[in-house]
């Protein structure tokens, strides 16, 4: 009876240390596990914030390129770059953060994640602050080329107008020289007789006159004028000589100098008028055709021809 008893006791004992060890093992296989999750949830945790650090880096990475971008243009564009400049330093400053330091305090990897949505809001307005520069600098050029073209328009105008000027200014020239016309020759003998024609007898012709009119001009300035007659021998050269001197004149155009056979001088009143030169033949002059040529204030006014036979 006793020995029944004992091993009863004996019994219960076993199964409660059985069942304490079967506890303390549930005890600690649950221990273990929630121990494994807690590593499990802290490893997708930091996992997670690597990504997130990952991305942050990449969008301030990315905004840094385009930040260039818009610096270089604005430099072209002869705009103020200096607040942009210290724009891309901090958030150079702030990659080198995140690249650097993987244990980033919460608090301070959150003030930098706020300012990506900052720094894309930047490259927002300054994009379109590029685009207006851009449509005022392609106006600008546009206007430029059309000022241009109008400048090139206005120079050939101008031009135009200048040789327009000159023409008007040669035409004038011309208008203020003396015109002759109805221009006759004369030959007289020793006793005074003359005959008006144009083929003379050398023998019987001792002068040539040369008779003309001159025409009213009211541009001419009134005064006294001097006329040069040149008298061209049938050789080409000019009879310049006839008193054994040398007499010259100058050319208004050019400055020449033209020897003359013999000049006079007329008042000249604005009105027309009737003008006569005389050669005296006192040097023989031979057989042939002559042209007779008449200047007044250095210019060429009119000629005649003539033949000695």
């Known amino acids: 009876m006793t020995n029944q008893i004992f091993n009863s006791k004996l019994s219960n004992r076993r199964k409660i240390l059985i069942g304490l060890v079967i506890t303390l093992l549930t005890l600690n296989l649950l221990q273990l596990y929630l121990n494994s999750d807690d590593t499990t949830r802290l490893q ?5 914030k690597n990504v997130e650090l990952a991305l942050t880096y990449t969008k301030l990475d990315s905004i840094s390129s385009e930040l260039n971008k818009q610096i270089q243009i604005l430099k072209l564009l002869n705009e103020e770059t200096e607040s942009l400049q210290k724009v891309k330093e901090n958030l150079e400053k702030e990659k080198r953060e995140l690249r650097s ?18 720094y894309e809001e930047l490259l927002a307005q300054k994009d379109k602050k590029i685009t207006s520069l ?63 024609g144009n083929k003379f007898k050398m023998k ?3 002068q040539i006159i040369v008779q003309f009119k001159v025409s009213k001009n009211e541009v001419v300035e009134a005064g006294n004028k001097q006329v040069f007659l040149c008298l061209v021998d ?23 100098n033209i020897f003359y056979t013999s000049n006079t001088s007329f008042e000249y009143k604005n009105d027309e008028k009737i003008v006569q030169v ?7 002059m031979t057989k042939g055709d002559y042209s007779a040529q008449l200047y007044c ?6 000629k005649t021809t003539f033949n000695i036979y």
């Open 44 to 48: 997708e945790r930091v996992q997670s």
């Open 101 to 118: 330091n993987q244990l980033l305090e919460e608090y301070r990897y959150n003030e930098i994640r706020k300012k990506v949505s900052m």
């Open 134 to 196: 851009k449509h005022v600098n392609d106006s600008l050029i546009s206007e430029n080329f059309h000022l241009k073209e109008e400048k090139t328009s206005l120079t050939s105008k101008i031009n135009n107008l200048k040789n327009h000027q000159g023409e008007l200014e040669k035409e004038l020239h011309k208008a203020k020289r003396l015109i002759a016309f109805d221009i006759h020759t004369l030959g007289g003998d020793k006793k005074g007789n003359f005959t008006r």
């Open 204 to 206: 019987k012709t001792d």
């Open 234 to 256: 049938p050789d080409g050269a000019t009879i310049y000589n006839p008193n054994n001197t040398t007499r010259f004149f100058k050319l208004e155009d050019n400055g020449e």
């Open 278 to 284: 005389i050669y005296d033949k006192k040097n023989l």
């Open 297 to 302: 204030d250095g210019y060429f006014i009119g």
